[in-house]
């Protein structure tokens, strides 16, 4: 020591910034039936995000196993609200009745054989911030092997490029490739990107932005409320994104009901979606002459998967 003593330096507290904007407070909500082995783990996904402030489960039906093991976990924390009672009302009606229980600023709608990976809320959450109302925001949904599931990532689904996309014309013609309405084989883009629509496994709305758009068209029982969500978000002057750092692993078909009956409500919605959006003569007098054949082909399909499995 050369005896000399140090300066004494006082350190002040740094001010707090009065302009942060405290955290919007996030809401998952999940629609279950029938989900099987699944769901459990899905649950358990959600509730280790610490993002998570509540988690709103609608049972539409569930086995004794599983509703009793619902009911053990909205006892053991105080961010589980489970829904029950209802019976089977369909995803979109249950999704919202899901959104209206909830108090959350933001709403991430997660189907119940998915499952959250690590950074997907908050990657969603952050995506959505200073964006236009209304928005909505997908994630990038992926296979157990982490490839990107079909249906992701799609184009503006009308009755041609459905049609140009389920007869992989799209794919054969390079002149019709703009029809394609699957991208998921097209590279990620590396930040968020403006698209037609995203999957509904695994989205985020603000509360405002639901709201403003009526949340999903209860005229769908099951599958493309998702796709109908997209495009009024769209006519609304609103944007659609996708967020390819919100990861979240599907599994699909997982769900105990029977694919026939499944495949035929896709069919049904799809049939009236094309109906819905019709704005001409024309093009209404089409929707309606497609509208069997996209329930009929949907319902074969399931047969055709059966009849592939026992050949092989």
């Not at 979109?92 to 997907?120: E, K, M, T, V, W």
Request: charge should be neutral.
């Amino acid at each position: 020591m050369n005896g000399i003593a140090a300066p004494i330096v006082a350190y002040e507290p740094a001010p707090t910034l009065s302009f942060i904007a405290p955290r919007r407070k996030v809401s998952v909500v999940m629609v279950v039936y029938m989900t099987g082995e699944a769901l459990e783990e899905s649950v358990a996904c959600v509730l280790a995000d610490p993002l998570v402030d509540e988690f709103v489960i609608v049972d539409n039906g569930s086995s004794c196993a599983e509703a009793t093991r619902l009911k053990g976990v909205a006892e053991r924390d105080r961010r589980v609200v489970l829904i029950v009672g209802q019976g089977n009302v369909g995803f979109a009606r249950g999704a919202n009745l899901g959104a209206r229980r909830a108090s959350g600023d933001i709403l991430i709608f997660l189907n119940p054989d998915a499952f959250l990976q690590p950074g997907c809320i908050t990657s969603l959450s952050e995506a959505i911030e200073a964006r236009p109302v209304p928005c909505i925001v997908g994630g990038r949904v992926l296979n157990e092997d982490r490839t990107e599931q079909r249906g992701a990532r799609r184009g503006d689904i009308t009755p041609i490029s459905a049609l140009m996309s389920l007869s992989h014309l799209a794919q054969r013609v390079p002149a019709w490739r703009r029809y394609e309405v699957h991208w998921e084989t097209d590279a990620p883009p590396e930040g968020v990107a403006a698209i037609p629509t995203i999957s509904g496994a695994c989205f985020c709305m603000r509360r405002e932005d639901f709201e403003a758009v009526d949340g999903f068209d209860e005229g769908y029982f099951l599958h493309v409320e998702d796709v109908d969500l997209c495009w009024r978000v769209r006519q609304a002057g609103g944007m659609v994104l996708f967020q390819p750092q919100a990861e979240v692993i599907h599994l699909g078909h997982t769900s105990r009901a029977s694919p026939i009956r499944v495949e035929f409500h896709k069919g049904v919605g799809l049939a009236r979606y094309f109906r819905k959006r019709a704005e001409t003569i024309s093009q209404t007098l089409l929707a309606w002459i497609l509208s069997p054949i996209i329930v009929c082909t949907a319902v074969v399909r399931p047969v055709m998967w059966r009849m592939r499995r026992r050949a092989a």
